[in-house]
Structure formats: structure tokens, C-alpha cells
């Protein structure tokens, strides 16, 4: 069944989006702060046939405490082999934007991945695989947190893992992408604990697990029209949480 023609442009942008994150991931050295990581990404962007953001690149090094409303990208802690790295990036061109997540181990000394980093891939995956038409936003909350605390690890936002993608129509169609992403912040947007509307369009979801103040998120965004279902950029539900070329 092939994509639904308004998604089309949105998943080109998804797949231009992980291969950026691929790419800045790949440039990662010892010593770097997440600002370093911050520029890398705005270096690259155009490369990957972006011209600027949906919302500015969000990255943490060894990610600790909530996601800020301003995320501003730190110049304090450096990154050493065995720190794990969260990454999201919105980049965007003049039609759709991309929105990936993914957090990965640094240079780790072994092949041993910290617990919480199996449970965020899985639990996105799984997200990924509960959605569909029958379900509400709300209830995308619920199964994410579930699956964490069944791991016992909790999620660190606990009301909302996510948002609608929202192209360009009606009012968002001035100052795009980045009044997309402000729409965003509406609650009807939001998958949020208490949202009742049905699945249906284009969701970014990001449950962001927490293991004793260890953190790690992955985003994926989910497709529904009617009994279609799919994963934006991704062939099939199994490439979720991945990089191609890790």
C-alpha cells in the first residue's frame, strides 16, 4: 500500500533527518560539549538538502533533569567514552520538516549498553507498533509509561510523550515550519494524558525514560489514515531506534 500523498514530503524529510542525525552522530569526538554537537548539526544541515529548522537541535550529554521549554545547548560538560548522548533534530526545507530523536553510548570501552537505553528503544518501538485509529492520544501515555515502570524505570514526563505534525495550511502555513512547532504547544496537539481525540495524520512520539536519573529518548513520527498505519522514514517498525551504519 503506498504512502498517502500528503505524507510524502514529510517522509523524505524523516529520512533526510536520520541520515543528518547519522551523520552528526558519526563526527562525535572526546571532549566535545553539547554546543560542539549543536554547531556539527548546523553545519551539516544543508548537506542533507535542509535550509533551516522546525525547532532548534536539542541535544544533552549525558542527559540528567527535564528538557527545558528554551533549550539552550550546554558548554560545561565534556563528552567522555561511555556517556550517553541525546539528540533531536527538526530540520526543515520549504515544503515539510523531519522530527528524529535518538540517544546513543559514546565510544563505550564495551559492548555493554546501559539498561535504559534497551528500554527507551524498546518502548518506542512498541509505542510505535500500539498506535492506530482506535486509539486515543491519551492513551499513548499510558502504555509508554506502563512499559517503563513494567521495567522498573518511570518516564521523566509523565503527561505527555509527544505531538501532531502539522503541515502547511490555514494559519500555520505563515511562518512555517516554526509556527508548526508553536502549534505544537497547544494541548489539543499534544499527545497528552488527558486527550481523548483519536489517532489520525502525522504523531511525533517521544516517551524520554528515566532509570534513577539516567535518561534516554528516541522519536519516531507515525502515520494513520483510516487502516493505514506506518512509520515516517522507516521501512518497517523493525528499523525503529536505529542509525543506519550502527
Not at 489514515?225 to 522507516?234: C, P, S, T, Y
Amino acid at each position: 500500500m503506498s504512502l498517502p500523498e500528503a505524507f510524502q514530503p514529510f517522509d523524505d524529510a524523516q529520512r533526510r533527518a536520520i541520515a543528518l542525525t547519522a551523520d552528526v552522530v558519526r563526527r562525535l569526538e572526546a571532549g566535545m560539549t553539547a554546543r560542539d554537537i549543536f554547531e556539527i548539526a548546523e553545519t551539516r544541515l544543508g548537506e542533507h538538502g535542509f535550509q533551516g529548522w522546525f525547532h532548534a537541535p536539542e541535544i544533552r550529554v549525558r542527559p540528567h533533569g527535564p528538557a527545558r521549554f528554551l533549550h539552550r545547548a550546554d558548554a560545561r560538560v565534556k563528552l567522555a567514552p561511555g556517556d550517553l548522548v541525546s539528540l533531536d533534530l527538526g530540520p526543515a526545507d520549504g515544503s515539510a520538516y523531519g522530527d528524529f530523536g535518538t540517544t546513543v553510548t559514546f565510544a563505550s570501552p564495551d559492548d555493554k549498553e546501559p539498561a535504559v537505553l534497551g528500554v527507551a528503544r524498546d518502548c518506542i518501538r512498541a509505542s510505535c507498533g500500539f498506535a492506530s485509529r482506535w486509539k486515543t492520544l491519551g492513551e499513548m501515555v499510558i502504555f509508554a509509561q506502563a512499559w517503563a515502570v513494567n521495567h522498573r524505570m518511570t518516564l521523566s514526563q509523565s503527561e505527555t510523550v509527544g505531538h501532531r505534525i502539522l503541515g502547511r495550511q490555514g494559519w500555520t502555513s505563515v511562518g512555517f515550519p516554526r509556527s508548526a512547532h508553536l502549534a505544537t504547544f497547544l494541548r489539543r496537539n499534544q499527545l497528552h494524558k488527558l486527550n481523548p481525540v483519536r489517532m489520525a495524520g502525522m504523531l511525533a512520539i517521544r516517551p524520554e525514560v528515566d532509570d534513577h536519573g539516567h535518561r534516554a529518548s528516541f522519536e519516531e513520527i507515525v502515520y494513520i489514515e483510516g487502516d493505514q498505519k506506518g512509520v515516517l522514514g522507516r521501512s518497517s517498525v523493525a528499523e525503529v531506534g536505529t542509525l543506519p551504519g550502527f
